[in-house]
T-cell receptor, first 115, second 112 residues
Framework: DVKVTQSSRYLVKRTGEKVFLECVQD?????MFWYRQDPGLGLRLIYF???????EKGDIPEGYSVSREKKERFSLILESASTNQTSMYLC??????????????FGPGTRLTVL | KQEVTQIPAALSVPEGENLVLNCSFT??????LQWFRQDPGKGLTSLLL???SQREQTSGRLNASLDKSSGRSTLYIAASQPGDSATYLC???????????WGAGTKLIIKP
């Protein structure tokens, strides 16, 4: 079974802190994604990566950066946390696949609160 | 621009009923469509993926169909159980960069 793990289930940080969210997948997937999920706004893509050291901006990259130094690990960085970044953060991975078979698998999520 | 809609936003039915959840998309040029389940405060669980060349996929009591020409997919749940209570989301992969376009979800409550 595909397993996507995230470093923390719950995290509380203070405004201005630098925050690292880590995601690891064990299925040798090429693609990895970071989303945030907020009530009434649904899932929004922050950044994704389709290969090691590659990254692409999603719909809401402002205030975030990412790092992918190894294939299995994709990190989301909040350079200076703000209260409006309080949210549920979800990591996902998928293979490149062929013929449209690139099922996306999710981690358990990190509930981040910025005070 | 591809848009994905799920109607209704919420559904409450008695245990044991067969039910259908709907997902519609505006552009038929898709690579695939995926159905997910999300329990409160948790991550998403992939239920079924239908490639653009397929008409349906089945897993246990779940059956998902795809009609690209009409821009519709349905998720059929047979003999519903209280444990099926969750939010169900559909998402389409619309282009070559692997991103998904998401529906807002249907919150399903199965009453014992």
């Amino acid at each position: 079974d595909v397993k996507v793990t995230q470093s923390s289930r719950y995290l509380v940080k203070r405004t201005g802190e630098k925050v690292f969210l880590e995601c690891v997948q064990d299925m040798d997937h090429e693609n990895m994604f970071w989303y945030r999920q907020d009530p009434g706004l649904g899932l929004r893509l922050i950044y994704f990566s389709y290969d090691v050291k590659m990254k692409e901006k999603g719909d809401i990259p402002e205030g975030y950066s990412v790092s992918r130094e190894k294939k299995e690990r994709f990190s989301l960085i909040l350079e200076s946390a703000s209260t409006n970044q309080t949210s549920m953060y979800l990591c996902a991975s998928s293979p490149h696949g062929t013929g449209g078979y690139n099922e996306q698998f999710f981690g358990p999520g990190t509930r981040l609160t910025v005070l | 621009k591809q848009e994905v809609t799920q109607i209704p936003a919420a559904l409450s039915v008695p245990e044991g009923e067969n039910l259908v959840l709907n997902c519609s998309f505006t552009d038929s040029a898709i690579y695939n469509l995926q159905w997910f389940r999300q329990d409160p405060g948790k991550g998403l669980t992939s239920l079924l993926l239908i490639q653009s060349s397929q008409r349906e996929q089945t897993s246990g009591r779940l059956n998902a169909s795809l009609d690209k020409s009409s821009g519709r997919s349905t998720l059929y749940i047979a003999a519903s159980q209280p444990g099926d209570s969750a939010t169900y989301l559909c998402a389409v992969r619309a282009d070559s960069n692997y991103q998904l376009i998401w529906g807002a979800g249907t919150k399903l409550i199965i009453k014992p």
